[in-house]
């Protein structure tokens, strides 16, 4: 068995001290140093993007909420300035409405004051007719001129009874 | 010729070049030259595969990231942060046993991780470096190791001597473990590989078998150099922590 040719063990072993310190120090100086730069290199930039990204959410988040602050003062005004032609709409509407019933109601007193003129001048002028009337068919009838007085008397008694039924 | 054919045989030291410095043998052997590949193939891996320094790796720089990462996360997860400092050492364990391993599962190469001498040197050295760094660290105070906590007293006259024991076998489970493992691997291989041509025609049956065991070798080159890291990591953790953790 080769393995327990004691004779060999010794050139195994001064080249094993020998290999063995080549490369730990090959590792130790120029490889480990090498990969731990890269792998350092790659922790930091992450770590970068990982930060900037961080840092553009903030920022998002802080417009999102200057935006939706903007978005509730305007929400606000509009409901101000709908309430305000409102109410401005309302009392519009009833100045208007008390100025064209005011219009009406003057209108009526007119037309009410021209009715009664008109009546009382039909009324005057009926009655002289009824006085003609009166007077020609009493005269065809009888004969006699009636005097005017008498006449008008009648006429007046006629239409005071007529006026009471 | 018979000789040959053992299946030993692929573990036979060859001196290429007689050396000697007064009666000491420094000879270059064929494992000398394996042990002087591992570092060379080893080296120009970590360093060539990290040239380009790429942001976003690629394949090969992947993989020396991935070897970097492994030993940094065991060393972490089962030291803690004060064993950044022996981290290059167990990084360079590490990959020098994977190579070994790896670079001995070529065909006509040689393992040096197959001799028990080159194991037992590493063990050694873990052994004792933990140990010195124990002593060091909590001065007799590192005899506590061997008095697990929370256990009465009466027990400690027979717990003692067993955790001594346990304590001072871990150089040779360690050894023996990477050893063995290389060694039966690589030594099936070849008893299978005699079959093949024994049997002639029917020699397909053992070389199929042959293909299932490397790719088994394959794992194990791996799998013996991270349980490797992994132990003495852990015996870093007693020799800095005691019990604690």
């Known amino acids: 068995m080769p393995q327990m040719e004691f004779g060999d063990y010794l050139p195994q072993l001064v080249w094993l001290v020998i290999t063995f310190a080549a490369l730990y120090l090959l590792m130790s100086r120029v490889a480990l140093p090498r990969i731990a730069e890269v792998l350092e290199g790659r922790a930091e930039r992450i770590a970068d993007d990982i930060e900037r990204a961080d840092q553009y959410r903030s920022e998002a988040e802080q417009t999102l909420k200057e935006y939706e602050i903007l978005l509730g003062k305007a929400r606000e005004e509009g409901h101000t300035v709908s309430v305000e032609a409102r109410i401005k709409q309302q009392e519009q509407a009833k100045s208007q409405s008390e100025a064209s019933e005011n219009r009406l109601k003057e209108k009526m007193v007119e037309a009410e004051v021209r009715i009664q003129a008109t009546r009382s001048e039909a009324m005057a002028g009926l009655k002289d007719i009824a006085t003609e009337i009166t007077r020609v068919s009493v005269q065809r009838l009888i004969g006699i001129t009636p005097d005017e007085r008498t006449i008008k008397v009648a006429v007046e008694e006629a239409a005071g009874k007529l006026k009471d039924v | ?245």
């Not at chain 2, 070049?17 to 064929?30: C, K, L, P, R």
């Not at chain 2, 029917?202 to 088994?216: E, Q």
């Open chain 2, 1 to 245: 010729m018979a000789e040959k054919h053992s299946p030993l045989d692929q573990f036979g030291i060859n001196r290429l070049v007689e050396m000697h410095i007064g009666a000491v043998d420094v000879s270059f052997t064929n494992s000398a030259a394996m042990m002087v590949a591992v570092v060379v193939v080893a080296t120009l891996f970590l360093t060539i595969s990290m040239r380009g320094r790429a942001m976003v790796p690629g394949r090969w720089q992947s993989m020396a990231e991935l070897c970097y990462g492994l030993v940094a996360s065991t060393v972490r997860d089962n030291v803690g942060p004060d064993g950044r400092r022996y981290f290059p050492f167990i990084f360079t364990l590490f990959i020098f046993i994977l190579f070994s391993n790896a670079l001995g599962l070529i065909p006509y190469s040689f393992t040096i991780t197959s001799h028990i001498i080159v194991t037992f040197a590493f063990a050694a050295v873990v052994f004792i470096g933990t140990t010195v760094i124990g002593f060091w660290r909590h001065k007799l105070k590192f005899l506590s190791l061997f008095v697990p906590p929370g256990v009465p007293i009466a027990l400690a006259p027979l717990l003692v001597p067993i955790e001594i024991i346990s304590y001072l076998s871990r150089p040779v489970s360690l050894s023996v473990r990477l050893a063995a493992n290389m060694m039966a691997g690589h030594t099936m291989i070849k008893v299978f590989a005699g079959f093949v041509v024994l049997l002639g025609l029917a020699g397909v049956a053992p070389l199929v078998f042959i293909v299932a065991i490397y790719a088994l070798e394959v794992i194990i080159a791996f799998l013996q150099a991270y349980v490797f890291a992994v132990l003495t990591c852990l015996y870093l953790a007693d020799a800095l922590h005691l019990h604690h953790e």
